[in-house]
């Protein structure tokens, strides 16, 4: 089936630690996103991709970074400068990056907890 | 400024009875409106769009959603409410006079469906 594949689901970390979460999509999607979700909150948005080898810095991408080597790959690091990393991650897919009307395809999400 | 609002973190329904959710934003453009349904340690589903046309926009699992221009409003609804779709749902609008295309999200309602 297609879709969005995040891992892994759950993921610890000790403080100066910089882990990297995966993000894999067969959708053939041009755009990728990572999202963070707080209690609370709304997403906010770490970084997008509308096509390969290129990114954009979201709202909040200081501590995090990025790559976009394939189409289908979206990986993210968190790097020991993000101040405050432990939070849900959503990786999300839409056909084309510009399209106002496009709806996301979100991943199951990763669960980071820094210990 | 672009913003959307959620104005009630919790809603609680009895089965069988419609259901409400309540979403009104603020853009400076066209506003191309989305609602996503997100249950527990999941990522998030979509449920519907407006883009133009109908105001009675109708979705997944029997969801429906009004939008009202004068109003600013896009609120999602349900004739007869199920258990099942106690979960926490989000509505999300992009600006069409925004050239980053990105989507801005409310802080999510939690609706709880009780037997």
């Known amino acids: 089936d297609g879709g969005i594949t995040q891992s892994p689901k759950y993921l610890f970390r000790k403080e100066g630690q910089n882990v990297t979460l995966s993000c894999e999509q067969n959708?053939?999607?041009?755009?990728m996103y990572w999202y963070r979700q707080d209690p609370g909150q709304g997403l906010r948005l770490i970084y997008y991709?509308?096509?390969?080898?290129?990114?954009q810095k979201g709202d909040i991408a200081e501590g995090y970074s990025v790559s976009r080597e394939k189409k289908e790959s979206f990986p993210l690091t968190v790097t020991s400068a993000q101040k405050n990393p432990t939070a849900f991650y959503l990786c999300?897919?839409?056909?084309?990056?510009?399209?106002?009307?496009?709806?996301?395809?979100f991943g199951e999400g990763s669960r980071l907890t820094v210990l | 400024a672009q913003s959307v609002a959620q104005p009630e973190d919790q809603v609680n329904v009895a089965e069988g009875n419609p259901l409400t959710v309540k979403c009104t934003y603020s853009?400076?453009?066209?506003?191309?409106l989305f609602w996503y349904v997100q249950y527990p340690n999941r990522g998030l589903q979509f449920l519907l769009k407006?883009?133009?046309?109908d105001n009675l926009v109708k979705g997944s699992y029997g969801f429906e959603a009004e939008f009202n221009k004068s109003q600013t409003s896009f609120h999602l609804k349900k004739p007869s409410a199920l258990v099942s779709d106690s979960a926490l749902y989000f509505c999300?609008?992009?600006?069409?006079?925004?050239?980053?295309?990105?989507?801005?999200w409310g802080a999510g309602t939690k609706l709880i469906i009780k037997p």
């Open positions: 991709s509308q096509i390969v080898n290129d990114f």
């Open positions: 959708l053939n999607h041009d755009a």
């Open positions: 853009v400076s453009g066209n506003p191309y």
């Open positions: 999300a897919s839409s056909i084309v990056a510009g399209a106002l009307d496009g709806e996301l395809f």
């Open positions: 999300a609008v992009r600006d069409s006079s925004d050239s980053n295309y990105q989507l801005i």
């Open positions: 407006y883009i133009t046309g």
